[in-house]
């Protein structure tokens, strides 16, 4: 069932709230200036460079632009400003003068965090690892390879369904491999890198998936899988339960997830309309108005693997976003209204 929120990407039409901070037109228009000018102008196929010792030359030190609060001295300032997420800080000696950021832009603040390289949370290494039946969101899950191939595994987010059938919800580059894996390829829970095995281990068939496109700023990166029998899944997230619903995200919003390699953890939302470059195994793809999150406790919120991972607002069970990448532990996702509605789906909920 879908409630009846509005979709997030009105964000660039109206005054919303960022939590507790109005978030305007003109502050959407600065974030969007600085966006263009650091992530969006550059060419997304030299993901090598951005494999190289880390510099601070702009923009490749930059990998995300959006609206949060200023930290100032590790403390919390209650000042909205335009945050710039770098791979790493440095002391202004060390920056020639072309390559220092602004301070303020149109008379906006800045902040810049730390955050490392942000990159799709799939993975090529085994961690905590199920066989469930029914499988439940949250456990591992995972295409078929090629001869040669390295396995790899995400995270089963959600049930999603249609008049058509219900499917397992997560990421493009978990069902299709970033675009790459034709219809009816088949998904297993066990992934084949978890001990997963082909001859019995299919639950589901690459059903749809939302185009990823490195040339502009990607709004989602989800696919579905439709099961091959409707008793191999269940709706229950583990550690969680059944999605009440879902909701628009908030920043200072206090979110959990279950996802296939950290288990269950929970975190705070600093923002909802992040811009971030994400670096895959062979391209590098640009997403807008994202979800940010950072764990509550200084633990990891995510690691490669929780790709796929559902988030929900931990006081309603309300979903929010569909984690796709990680940096430093922290998280981001797509905002859930925009996976289900371009996937034509609703989540299941009870």
Not at 7 to 33: M, Q, Y
Not at 128 to 135: E, G, K, L, N
């Amino acid at each position: 069932m879908r409630s009846a929120s509005s979709n997030p990407r009105s964000i660039s039409r109206r005054a919303v709230f960022h939590g507790r901070f109005e978030v305007n037109v003109s502050l959407l228009a600065a974030k969007d200036e600085l966006s263009t000018r650091y992530l969006r102008s550059i060419d997304r196929r030299q993901v090598p460079t951005f494999r190289q010792p880390i510099t601070p030359a702009l923009p490749w030190n930059v990998v995300g632009v959006g609206i949060g609060e200023k930290v100032s001295n590790g403390k919390p300032t209650g000042i909205t400003c335009i945050k710039f997420l770098v791979r790493n800080k440095f002391l202004k000696h060390m920056i020639p003068t072309s390559h220092i950021l602004p301070v303020m832009h149109r008379r906006i603040p800045t902040d810049i965090e730390e955050v490392g390289l942000i990159h799709a949370a799939s993975t090529d290494t085994a961690d905590f690892t199920t066989r469930i039946r029914p499988a439940q969101p949250g456990c591992s899950i995972g295409h078929s390879t090629s001869a040669g191939q390295v396995p790899e595994a995400g995270t089963f987010g959600a049930l999603v369904q249609d008049a058509n059938g219900t499917y397992i919800l997560s990421n493009n580059h978990v069902l299709a491999e970033e675009n790459v894996l034709p219809n009816g390829t088949p998904i297993f829970q066990p992934s084949l890198l978890d001990q997963g095995n082909a001859a019995t281990d299919q639950i589901a068939g690459l059903t749809r998936s939302i185009a990823l496109d490195a040339n502009v700023m990607n709004t989602v990166d989800c696919a579905i899988a439709q099961l091959t029998s409707p008793e191999l899944a269940s709706p229950a997230i583990l550690e969680i339960g059944v999605p009440a619903g879902f909701t628009t995200a908030t920043s200072d919003m206090v979110v959990h997830k279950f996802g296939r390699s950290t288990g269950y953890t929970v975190g705070t939302i600093k923002s909802i309309a992040m811009d971030v470059n994400v670096v895959y195994d062979t391209v590098m793809f640009g997403f807008t108005n994202q979800i940010f999150v950072q764990s509550a406790d200084g633990t990891d919120f995510c690691a490669s693997g929780d790709s796929g991972s559902l988030i929900l607002e931990r006081q309603s069970r309300n979903a929010i976003g569909l984690l796709h990448a990680t940096s430093a532990g922290a998280a981001f996702a797509n905002h859930i209204e925009d996976v289900l509605q371009q996937l034509g789906v609703d989540l299941v909920t009870g």
